[in-house]
Nanobody, 129 residues
Framework: QVQLVESGGGLVQAGDSLRLSCAAS????????MAWFRQAPGKDREFVAA????????SYADSVKGRFTISRDYTKNTVYLRLNRLNVGDTAVYCC??????????????????????WGQGTQVTVSS
């Protein structure tokens, strides 16, 4: 069973940057895709970004495209999310997820939580104005 542990969250000011990390362990050889979701208080969980096993394929939600960057170190079983130009609307708990299948180059099936098989506990990101 895959375990995912996130780190790197914190309290920052609008305009600042953060880098989140997610370390995977246990059964990682089966992982093909990893991604980040977030959930703000009182709002539905939303897809943020995804990356393929080799790191060559990425997918971003429209709300973060151009500001956030997802990357992956396959040798360390770790995925990262670089958050730039943060704003108050980015305040949320950010969760790392993983799947044993690839996500499509087009379409948004992977934007659903049901696509992913493993979930981390999340790390809080709070952006103050």
């Amino acid at each position: 069973q895959v375990q995912l542990v996130e780190s790197g969250g914190g309290l920052v000011q609008a305009g600042d940057s953060l880098r989140l990390s997610c370390a995977a362990s246990g059964g990682t050889s089966s992982l093909l895709s990893m991604a980040w979701f977030r959930q703000a208080p009182g709002k539905d969980r939303e897809f943020v970004a995804a990356i393929t096993r080799g790191g060559s394929g990425t997918s971003y939600a429209d709300s973060v495209k151009g500001r956030f960057t997802i990357s992956r170190d396959y040798t360390k079983n770790t995925v990262y999310l670089r958050l730039n130009r943060l704003n108050v609307g980015d305040t949320a708990v950010y969760c790392c997820v993983a799947a044993d299948r690839g996500f499509p180059a087009t379409g948004r099936t992977h934007w659903s939580g049901a696509f992913w098989m493993s979930w981390g506990q999340g790390t809080q990101v709070t952006v103050s104005s």
